[in-house]
């Protein structure tokens, strides 16, 4: 019986779907006893996280992202966080440096959110915090750490970045790229999907399509990879959101493929 004939019969989906929470969060899956509940068991777990187009460490990168940025009840980020710690997707390291990376994205109470899931869960799980290294030891100079940042912003990006004219564009240039996205406590695939999960939901129409064509062109992510991330995005942003992230990703796409800057004329 294949994948899609076994998800008709409601046993086996719901089935699959308690089987699938246990593996991705830790924990024995609760009974499902309201719809939407038992839409989580079903859909959420048992038909998308069933999916083999994206990896599990970056569904978890997603749904973790997501689930603080989107502002998620509480329990659904503990239940990622404690499962990614638990199955070793995610050392304790690189999640203390992913709630870094989205407190840049998202805003430092998403990312406090992050660290507070991550206490618990290493808490939880008798897990010993490592000592973690400053994030700047050695002195720097501004002149310097905007060259590092103007180079990490190509590297990043594909394209060349602009000046700092204000405080807020050479923060761009200095610190999120000069400082944050040169950091390699965390591989860059895994800082792109969150970063991905943090322009989606802000709106802004520059940004979401920028980035999710640098996510293509930078090598971080395929095509079919971003089109699972709309679908793993849209769980936590809703439905509305993610039809518009649908367009941005089709549009991207066709540039990419055709060679073309994310901005160029179609």
């Not at 050392?91 to 709630?99: G, P, Q, V, Y």
């Not at 870094?100 to 206490?119: C, F, M, P, Q, R």
Request: glycine share 8%.
């Amino acid at each position: 019986m294949n994948q899609n004939t076994t998800l008709l019969d409601p046993a086996e989906r719901s089935k699959r779907g308690d089987a699938l929470y246990a593996e991705v969060t830790g924990k024995k899956a609760p009974k499902a006893k309201t719809p939407y509940e038992q839409s989580w068991r079903d859909f959420v777990f048992a038909e998308v996280w069933s999916r083999p187009g994206m990896d599990r460490r970056a569904r978890y990168l997603v749904a973790i992202a997501g689930a603080a940025i989107c502002a998620t009840a509480c329990d659904h980020l503990d239940g990622y966080v404690h499962g990614a710690l638990k199955s070793g997707a995610l050392s304790i390291s690189e999640l203390r440096e992913a709630a870094l990376h989205v407190s840049v994205y998202g805003g430092w109470g998403k990312g406090g959110d992050i660290e507070a899931a991550i206490t618990r869960a290493a808490k939880a799980l008798k897990i010993e915090e490592p000592e973690h290294p400053p994030i700047r030891a050695e002195a720097w100079d501004q002149h310097t750490r905007g060259e590092q940042g103007a180079a990490e912003f190509m590297k990043v990006m594909t394209f060349r970045g602009g000046p700092g004219l204000s405080p807020y564009l050479e923060a761009i240039r200095n610190f999120v790229f000069g400082e944050m996205w040169c950091r390699r406590s965390l591989d860059e695939r895994s800082r792109r999907w969150m970063t991905l999960v943090g322009v989606c939901e802000s709106c802004a129409e520059t940004p979401i399509k920028s980035h999710i064509h640098a996510a293509m062109a930078s090598g971080n992510c395929t095509p079919d990879e971003m089109q699972e991330f709309v679908l793993a995005y849209g769980i936590h942003a809703g439905w509305p959101k993610a039809s518009v992230i649908q367009a941005a990703v089709f549009e991207m796409t066709r540039k990419f493929e055709a060679g073309l800057p994310w901005d160029a004329k179609l």
